[in-house]
């Protein structure tokens, strides 16, 4: 027998972390919502409800980005935490009393912080980061959701602070050990750090969610996708050559713009640009290539920038996805990996005209 009262408690914390978010900015309850997700998504499962399993998997992949840094929270990301609750209201919840929602709870106080690094720093901390960005280090935060419980020694020599320790320069935790002994059952713990290691590299040691909030000066793009001065940068993957080629001849009117006939081609295009430090500041994406999927192409471009410490919307390569398809649930796939704009074939050019120049707009070349 379904448990209806474990489904309403869940969903109910979805819906109340998912706007306290929008209320406060607090981005590391993103934390408490991807645990909350992912039970949700194993008592969903164990109930059989394959259909929704999925739904419910696809917004713990989401949250999991969005906590680690490779996307930021927006209306879209409030919208999916928002449809997955009605979806288990409307499939489990039906028969059961529409429970009251989160607008009847108060929201957390909004943190108190430096809105540059997240978390409050006492003058010695800010100079520790002004003294690190000075110097071409890096600055970096990792969240992490704990428990109350671990004792003072427990809590200064967790293993997380000791590869701080040895990977950099540890300046600040907050809250401090007497404020978590005395906070909340759960809270988001956030460490941060100064370090000479890109993103990449302490991505292979760190294994918890890490944000990159001041990329470290030296080789490697460090503000902005790969691009040295000049016009806007285009690259188009399309494999239909009479849409290709028109699309192309209409874009060399706005910048430089390069053709591929292949996902594969593409991507490899798009690599070898970001190398070269003449990254591409928009990519106009096929979602139906032979060889490899438009979501994989993007997904890829995201991965790359996350490694890269390329993360802002100024400093990334903005995509837009065309294709003949209208499938909703395609369209909620492809979301999903964080594209800047969808466009239906046939594409309207005034349309993708005004995409560009807020991308100009974006990258200071309008």
Request: proline share 6%; charged share 25%.
């Amino acid at each position: 027998m379904v448990d209806l009262g474990h489904f309403s408690d869940l969903v109910e914390v979805l819906e109340r972390d998912a706007l306290a978010i929008d209320r406060t900015g607090d981005t590391a309850l993103v934390h408490m919502l991807f645990r909350t997700a992912h039970n949700l998504k194993s008592s969903i499962a164990m109930e059989g409800f394959d259909g929704l399993a999925h739904a419910v998997h696809e917004l713990e992949d989401l949250l999991d980005r969005i906590r680690r840094g490779q996307r930021a929270w927006d209306s879209r990301s409030f919208d999916a935490v928002t449809g997955v609750v009605d979806q288990v209201r409307q499939f489990v919840l039906s028969d059961a009393a529409e429970p009251a929602g989160p607008q009847a709870r108060e929201a957390p106080a909004a943190p108190a912080g430096d809105p540059r690094w997240g978390l409050p720093l006492d003058e010695p901390g800010r100079a520790a980061c002004a003294q690190a960005v000075a110097a071409g280090q890096g600055i970096y935060r990792i969240d992490k959701l704990f428990r109350r419980g671990l004792s003072r020694e427990a809590f200064e020599g967790l293993p997380v602070m000791e590869d701080v320790r040895e990977l950099g320069t540890l300046i600040a935790v907050a809250p401090d050990w007497e404020a978590y002994a005395a906070g909340p059952e759960e809270q988001v713990v956030k460490l941060l750090f100064a370090s000479t290691r890109s993103a990449g590299e302490l991505a292979g040691i760190i294994f918890d969610p890490l944000l990159t909030l001041q990329p470290p000066a030296g080789p490697g793009p460090v503000t902005g996708p790969g691009r040295g001065p000049g016009p806007l940068r285009i690259l188009v993957i399309e494999d239909d050559q009479a849409v290709g080629h028109l699309l192309q001849y209409i874009l060399k009117q706005q910048g430089h713009c390069e053709l591929c006939a292949s996902g594969e081609a593409g991507l490899a295009r798009f690599h070898e640009a970001l190398a070269q430090g003449a990254g591409f500041d928009l990519v106009l994406l096929d979602l139906l290539l032979p060889g490899i999927h438009g979501d994989d192409i993007l997904r890829a471009i995201r991965e790359t920038e996350f490694k890269l410490g390329i993360h802002s919307l100024e400093e990334r390569c903005a995509v837009i996805i065309s294709t003949a398809s209208e499938d909703l649930d395609q369209l909620m796939r492809s979301l999903t990996h964080d594209p800047d704009g969808y466009l239906i074939k046939p594409v309207d050019m005034d349309v993708l005209l005004g995409k560009v120049e807020a991308i100009k707009a974006r990258h200071g070349l309008a």
